[in-house]
């Protein structure tokens, strides 16, 4: 199934929701995720999410779609929680968790100012 493009009208309404809905749910996923588990953790729920949203977009989307979909799952999960990777990064460094600083520094690459 490939839904509606969104230069047609309806398609465009709803992507706009659609990304709305997309947002809401991993503010609300990511939070609750954090307040039970590790950053570290988080990293590697994050790493997976992101997999899965490529694949739904591969299956599911018009490619105009799975680009602003793909932007807005990074928006949340990773360019909302910098700081909290910043917070993160001392302490992965001292204790030499190598492969959790790399997924760190993968996931930060994809957003705008994730490695300034």
Do not use: H, W
Not at 42 to 51: F, G
Not at 69 to 93: A, C, H, Y
């Amino acid at each position: 199934i490939v839904l509606i493009p969104p230069s047609a009208g309806r398609g465009k309404m709803f992507e706009q929701r659609f990304l709305m809905a997309t947002e809401s749910f991993y503010v609300i996923e990511a939070a609750l995720f954090l307040q039970g588990n590790s950053v570290t953790e988080y990293l590697n729920r994050v790493e997976r999410r992101m997999r899965e949203e490529k694949d739904r977009c591969d299956a599911y989307l018009d490619p105009c779609s799975a680009q602003p979909l793909m932007r807005k799952s990074e928006e949340v999960l990773i360019s909302q929680k910098l700081g909290l990777f910043q917070d993160e990064l001392g302490t992965l460094v001292e204790e030499n968790r190598y492969e959790d600083i790399v997924r760190m520094y993968k996931l930060c690459e994809r957003v705008q100012g994730g490695l300034d």
